[in-house]
Nanobody, 117 residues
Framework: VQLQESGPGLVKPSQTLSLTCTVS?????????WSWIRQPPGKGLEWMGA???????YYGPSLKSRTSISRDTSKNQFTLQLSSVTPEDTAIYYC???????????WGQGTQVTVSS
């Protein structure tokens, strides 16, 4: 199974960050939780949210008001949208999947997103 993140590397403050995870080798509709995780510079990992294979979404409490996760089953992709970004949202963003919302045995390589004007 391979996961590949894609999206703009630079986003302006107050805009919405949008990233896509393209999955190959396994359908996102047959099993598992498909998550977004980020790591700001010098900080630890932060789970942002996940979409279950059934389509149910789950969000971390700290970002819940600004985060939306959706999917395009025809393309086997799931997407992250983070609204009203600030420079504190600068991070490496990863997509991952596993048997639970906090279980991520498989990861994408990550994509750097910088929030700056």
């Amino acid at each position: 199974v391979q996961l590949q993140e894609s999206g703009p590397g630079l986003v302006k403050p107050s805009q919405t960050l949008s990233l896509t995870c393209t999955v190959s080798g396994r359908s996102i509709t047959t099993n598992y939780y498909w998550s977004w995780i980020r790591q700001p510079p010098g900080k630890g990992l932060e789970w942002m949210g996940a979409i279950h294979y059934s389509g149910t979404t789950y969000y971390g409490p700290s970002l819940k008001s600004r985060t939306s996760i959706s999917r395009d089953t025809s393309k086997n992709q799931f997407t992250l949208q983070l609204s009203s970004v600030t420079p504190e949202d600068t991070a490496i963003y990863y997509c991952a999947f596993g048997g639970g919302v906090h279980t991520w045995p498989s990861w994408g390589q990550g994509t750097q997103v910088t929030v700056s004007s």
